[in-house]
């Protein structure tokens, strides 16, 4: 194990335990160093590591912000991770509609329509109505409104893994927005396609929100000419695992 990785063990093990735990502050330098037997440099090697992660915040001088405290942020973590393979592997456009129709489908499914994320999604909606800003803002509200119906599912991972998986493929997303034979009937189908979803959540009628979900995501990878083939593998999958159990 690498000296700078010493300070990820032990956080994990000392979060593990609950001997700290989101909002505590680390040892200083000097101190750490000396506990976990490596220098004060690898120790701030760890540190800034774990500063990119999102695990921790490292503040400076002196007062109350600053020191080392642990954030717990998995998105960010999330969110680097899959840029760098999206940039370095051109991740298969099947691969993203399957994991897309995975993660959402479920959401949707399982979203609760007390979820204080809803009316942030409402609001996100009538932002798109109001505002006519051009693809690049309507998808910006478009990611928001998506990620918002998966944090009302409840699960904090899923939630970060939707709000990760939609910043890493933004750019792709554009590129295909490019490709659409008209930009305006494609827009105005959307919105009508999120009012439906965001009502059959509010409703409670998680497995009609789980078709139109579905139907709405493989609807503009096929409207932007992506093959059927690249999602239909997966519909069967996704259709026996969405619905909570009764």
Do not use: C
């Not at 120790?43 to 109350?64: D, F, K, Q």
């Amino acid at each position: 194990m690498r000296n700078h990785q010493v300070v990820s063990a032990w956080l994990e093990q000392e979060l593990a335990a609950g001997r700290l735990a989101i909002g505590s502050r680390l040892p200083g330098e000097r101190a750490m160093a000396e506990q976990l037997g490596i220098s004060r440099a690898s120790v701030r090697e760890g540190t800034r590591v774990l500063e990119a992660l999102g695990v921790v915040r490292a503040g400076v001088g002196s007062g109350p912000q600053a020191g080392t405290v642990i954030t717990g942020n998995p998105a960010l973590a999330l969110d680097s991770a899959l840029r760098l393979h999206v940039a370095s592997a051109h991740l298969p456009v099947k691969d993203v509609v399957e994991t897309r129709l995975l993660l959402e489908t479920w959401a949707a499914a399982h979203a609760s329509p007390d979820s204080p994320a809803l009316a942030r999604a409402a609001l996100l909606l009538d932002e798109m109505d109001q505002h006519d800003d051009g693809p690049d803002g309507f998808l910006e509200r478009d990611a928001l409104f998506h990620v918002a119906l998966a944090e009302a599912a409840g699960n904090v991972l899923i939630g970060a893994m939707m709000g990760s998986l939609r910043g890493s493929i933004a750019a792709y997303t554009q590129r295909l927005t490019a490709r659409l034979p008209d930009w305006s009937t494609t827009s105005d189908r959307l919105r009508t396609e999120h009012r439906a979803i965001l009502d059959a959540v509010l409703a409670g009628r998680g497995e009609t929100a789980a078709d139109l979900v579905r139907d709405h995501i493989e609807g503009f990878y096929r409207e932007a000419g992506v093959p059927r083939d690249a999602s239909d593998s997966f519909r069967r999958q996704a259709l026996s695992i969405t619905m909570p159990n009764t």
